[in-house]
């Protein structure tokens, strides 16, 4: 049975920092792309962070690009998401993903939510 439990999201004044984390089990972690993954009411779920199953060539949205850092640990089957510099724009419901390719994530977790204050 796939699972991915989600946690790290809470409240963060403006310019703070959160950690996430994903667990994962049921699938071989190691050689699954794992991506982050975040929404807000009435918006499209879009792409963070996206980790290669190497956790090397990173893909970063474009308004998190120097102040999000997905990595990933293959020991412990869990995927991480470090958040700096929050900002209230950063607001949303965030999502773990995996599959085996670079599109659209095959599994989900239930979210965490994140929530910057300004």
């Known amino acids: 049975q796939v699972q991915l439990v989600e946690s790290g999201g809470g409240l963060v004044e403006s310019g703070g920092s959160l950690r996430l984390s994903c667990a994962t089990s049921g699938f071989t972690f190691m050689i699954t792309v794992m991506s982050w993954y975040r929404q807000v009411p009435g918006k499209e779920r879009e792409l963070v962070a996206r980790?290669?199953?190497?956790?090397?060539?990173?893909k970063y949205g474009d308004s998190v690009k120097g102040r999000f850092t997905i990595s990933r640990d293959n020991a412990k089957n869990t995927v991480y998401l470090q958040m700096n510099d929050l900002k209230p724009e950063d607001t949303a419901v965030y999502y773990c993903?995996?599959?085996?390719?670079?599109?659209?994530?095959?599994?989900w977790g239930q979210g965490t939510e994140v929530t910057v204050s300004s």
């Open positions: 993903g995996a599959g085996l390719t670079i599109g659209i994530p095959t599994y």
């Open positions: 980790s290669s199953s190497e956790g090397d060539l990173p």
